[in-house]
């Protein structure tokens, strides 16, 4: 049997007393479009770091195509493509001359990788000669790519690929990775984006440190173990404070224009949860409001699923 593409075990990471990672475990297999999702501050930086030969885990195992990333790291580096959280090109050099160093640095030419970046790069190449600091998010994101491709690496590490990009080009951006995923390529992303977290085969839930949950993006919902309903009513925050009052209160979040509330009482249906909460929030006043019984998505249960701040302090 081939071995999985990534194979995290019991992984540890602290920098002094701070816990990055506290016995991180999962795998990737070849070919997935695999997703670590979670905020700022979750880990997932740091676990790109390891896997990528670029910092040592304190405890636990890792590999990468089968090879271990601390006694391994030039062949895992020959093999994978990176491309980091902040734009680490040469904004000094131009669009050109930042593919044609990074080529150079895994010995191969661009024109040896032309046919892998160039569904990307032909969207920027007539700006060959524009220096990378004056290119457009956008265009940056679409110039780090290339890079990270153009020695046709066997697996793609991509640590928050979008954030700062406008919806159009993040869009895009996806689009060319399921390109570049039906061609074969493993490539593992994190994402603080829920939207995008839909798109990936299987998705990892990580919160300070710690893996939460590990599925498909539909299945995880499909999970949430308590009755569910959507609140939309006028003067929100007066209707936030009445629903975390209600008796059967487990947790209230506003979503958007929406409130979720999710009721403690396993085993009830969302509708008759629904018709309840309709009759008390009249009776505190809210006639106006609209309350109907929902599916979970991937928000609602991350915030079930996210420990308590002393749970993470542990």
């Not at 498909?216 to 609140?231: D, H, K, M, Q, T």
């Amino acid at each position: 049997m081939t071995e999985p593409a990534v194979v995290v075990r019991d992984l540890e990471k602290k920098f002094g007393g701070v816990t990055a990672l506290s016995d991180v475990s999962f795998e990737a297999q070849h070919g997935e479009l695999f997703g670590l999702v979670g905020p700022d501050g979750a880990g997932k930086s740091t676990l790109f770091r390891i896997l990528t030969t670029l910092m040592l885990p304190d405890a636990g195992s890792a590999t990468v195509l089968g090879l271990d990333v601390t006694r391994h790291l030039w062949d895992i580096r020959s093999r994978v493509g990176y491309m980091p959280g902040r734009f680490s090109l040469y904004g000094d050099l131009t669009v050109t001359e930042n593919l044609s160093f990074f080529a150079s640095v895994f010995g191969t030419t661009v024109e040896q990788g032309y046919e892998l970046i160039k569904p990307i790069y032909s969207q920027i190449e007539e700006f060959g000669d524009r220096r990378a600091d004056a290119l457009s998010g956008g265009m940056k994101q679409k110039l780090a790519l290339s890079c990270a491709l153009v020695h046709r690496p066997d697996i793609l590490f991509l640590d928050e690929p979008t954030t700062g990009v406008d919806a159009v080009s993040r869009r895009e951006f996806w689009d060319q990775l399921a390109i570049l995923k039906n061609d074969g390529l493993t490539i593992v992303v994190s994402t603080p984006y829920m939207d995008e977290a839909m798109r990936c085969d299987r998705i990892a839930l990580i919160q300070g440190g710690r893996i939460l949950q590990i599925d498909r993006p539909a299945a995880i919902g499909e999970r949430y173990p308590l009755p569910l309903v959507s609140v939309i009513g006028a003067d929100k925050h007066r209707l936030l404070g009445a629903l975390r009052e209600a008796p059967h209160s487990h947790a209230v979040y506003p979503f958007g224009s929406e409130i979720h509330y999710t009721d403690g009482r396993e085993g009830y249906s969302a509708e008759t949860v629904s018709a309840e909460l309709q009759q008390y929030l009249t009776s505190r006043g809210f006639a106006d409001t609209e309350v109907h019984p929902i599916a979970a998505g991937i928000e609602d249960s991350f915030m079930e699923l996210m420990p308590a701040p002393a749970q993470l302090a542990s």
